[in-house]
């Protein structure tokens, strides 16, 4: 097996917290769900009471249902090639507009299941390189073109019938070679190549069927992060035909938090 460079030695760090008012209005409040900076300098939150932004000069702005989400939930952000922010929420997926100003509609566009996607609850969002946004949902896999055939659904979407994993979909990632993989919640990892999905799981060395992430290590090796339950925790390295996994062992108190999370 290849020496895995995720854990080559063990560094001491401190963390700093930062205030952005959250409010707890319900059991579980403020759970955050997904982080984002854009080119302003503003960092996004995405959490269970509502989306957040601070402001490069630290000001904090909440917003809500009331200012155009479909559900307060925010689960997951990106930021397209063009530098527009999309956030995912349980009702569905939003396209803010270019310049949010407190007081006005966030939302430019919301999509759902109506417009072709699977679900309206947002797991998990990717852009490849020829701009087709991916979108990963409690249903399976769903996909917008650009462009798009006149009259066709906004979204396609894959799911048991087109060969993915009967499962929902929590994350989306990319590997050197331009492909998509695919977490999913319960039935491991799968590759889109050729427009045919790949699937692995432990008769391919990955440990832990529910897959929370997918990202490349520093020396751009494909992992996936991945749990068995809440208690077993693993980061699986892709050496291009299987995986070699490393458990994960967390302090008390992080583990702890993951359980609640989770």
Known sequence: PPRSTLFPYTTLFRSKS???GMTKEAWGDPEVYALL???RGDLWVGAANGLYRQRADGRVE???ESDGLPQDAATVLLEDQQHRIWAGTRGGLCKL???PVPGRSLVESVFQEKDGLGSDSIEALHQLADGTLFVGTKMGLSAMRTPQ???APLFSTYAASHGLPASGVLALG????GNLWIGTDGSGAAKLAWNTFLTYTTDDGLAGSTIDSIFEDAAGRLCVAARQGTA???VNEFDGRRFWATRVSLPQIGRASYRERV
Not at 174 to 177: H, P, R, S
């Open 62 to 64: 909440r917003y809500t």
């Open 97 to 99: 507009v270019a310049d």
């Open 37 to 39: 900076e854009d080119p």
């Open 149 to 151: 055939a006149a009259g």
């Open 174 to 177: 990319e590997d050197a070679a």
């Open 232 to 234: 077993d925790l693993y």
């Open 18 to 20: 930062i205030d952005l």
